[in-house]
Nanobody, 125 residues
Framework: QVQLVESGGGLVQAGGSLRLSCAAS????????MGWFRQAPGKEREAVAV????????YYADSVKGRFTISRDNAKNTGYLQMNSLKPEDTAVYYC??????????????????WGQGTQVTVSS
């Protein structure tokens, strides 16, 4: 129904920036909520940022607030995560996800029914 593909990950020095992209296809008009999650080795998957259909509502994890910016361009069927002032603790696989069933912002991974394959972000000191 919906397919998501992340890109833009890589290796960056602490203090640097990266922009992740999430290209969507399929029934993209049903992507009511989009989110970015990350998972470091040995850790649980955690929500980083979430955005509503219109972009009018956003959520950020406390650990990234002020440094990361989530956005979406529905005309291009693409979501973005701009990551600035990166820290080594930001190192993780980052996943794009969407919910076609719920319109409220949620940080629960189980509420998202479509996921990308993930892109590695590594921040060195």
């Amino acid at each position: 129904q919906v397919q998501l593909v992340e890109s833009g990950g890589g290796l960056v020095q602490a203090g640097g920036s990266l922009r992740l992209s999430c290209a969507a296809s399929g029934r993209t008009f049903m992507m009511y909520v989009m989110g970015w999650f990350r998972q470091a080795p040995g850790k649980e998957r955690e929500a980083v940022a979430v955005i509503s259909w219109s972009g009018g509502r956003t959520y950020y994890a406390d650990s990234v607030k002020g440094r990361f910016t989530i956005s979406r361009d529905n005309a291009k069927n693409t979501g973005y995560l701009q990551m600035n002032s990166l820290k080594p603790e930001d190192t993780a696989v980052y996943y794009c996800a969407t919910s076609t069933r719920y319109t409220i912002l949620t940080t629960r991974a189980s509420e998202y029914n479509y996921w990308g394959q993930g892109t590695q972000v590594t921040v060195s000191s």
